[in-house]
């Protein structure tokens, strides 16, 4: 795929550095808010990961039938803006680029196949872990990469379904999700401090969620 410069980057720095331990923190970041930040870099502070590469889909398949998602690169530029210049996360573009529906199992087949030498860790939240099941391939996730799951305030969640492997983090439980951050925009609530301020610009500028879905 062709890379952004910010992603070009983070390969040439990750194909120099060997054996490096990767968070990999995928979503639809529909918007990015202070959750997603404060797992990424909990999670990397707990387990000693060297980075946390935000994973923006370009087709949340299990998702895009529900409601109509904000397009790809609009998706991409929050997160970008989110994440800035903190220590420790990148981007990825990988899904955007390789098209089609954002299969993880196909992320992470990627991966492990350009990056042989490092070791990726699957960051989830405890929602998403109940369904593992009914992803694409399950079986070659559980195979390319350790699995992650941080417990979500607010949400129902609970624990992969039986035979899966996983370490438990606990994380700071922020009561904050993409959806109420979208209502809130549709009902005039403020939401700056619940995403960065590069990312409610972003929404100001494209006019995002003026609409509930
Ligand atoms: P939506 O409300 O639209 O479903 P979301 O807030 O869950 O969106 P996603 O981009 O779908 O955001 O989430 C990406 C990942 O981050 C998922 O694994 C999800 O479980 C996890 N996650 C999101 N918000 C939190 C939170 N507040 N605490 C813990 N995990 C979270």
Redesign the pocket.
């Known amino acids: 795929w062709a890379p952004c410069p910010k992603v070009r980057r983070m390969l040439t720095s990750v194909s120099n550095g060997p054996g490096r331990e990767i968070g990999v ?6 918007p ?2 202070v ?2 930040l ?2 990424a870099l909990d999670v990397r502070h707990v387990l000693g990961l060297d980075e946390v590469w935000f994973v923006v ?1 370009g087709d ?1 398949w299990q ?1 895009s039938g529900e409601r109509s998602i904000t397009p790809a690169s609009i998706r991409l530029a929050m997160v970008e803006a989110a994440v800035g210049e903190v220590d420790g996360l990148q981007v990825s573009t990988l899904e955007i680029d390789r098209g089609g529906p954002s299969y993880t199992a196909d992320t992470l087949t990627g991966l492990a196949a350009a990056y042989a030498a490092d070791t990726f860790h699957l ?7 109940v369904g593992l099941d009914t992803w694409h391939r399950p079986d070659v996730v559980a195979e390319l990469a350790k699995l992650v799951v ?6 129902e ?1 609970g624990r992969p379904p039986e035979g899966w492997s996983y370490e438990l983090v606990d ?1 700071p ?10 209502r809130r925009v549709a009902d005039g609530a403020p939401i700056r401090g619940l995403v960065s301020a590069g990312v409610a610009d972003v929404i100001d500028a494209h006019d995002l969620y003026r609409e509930s879905s």
């Open positions: 923190f995928g979503g639809t970041f529909d990015p808010h959750g997603h404060a797992i889909a949340p998702k960051i989830i939240g405890s929602d998403a872990a941080v417990d979500r305030g607010g949400r969640g994380v439980a922020l009561e904050v999700s993409s959806s109420d951050l979208r």
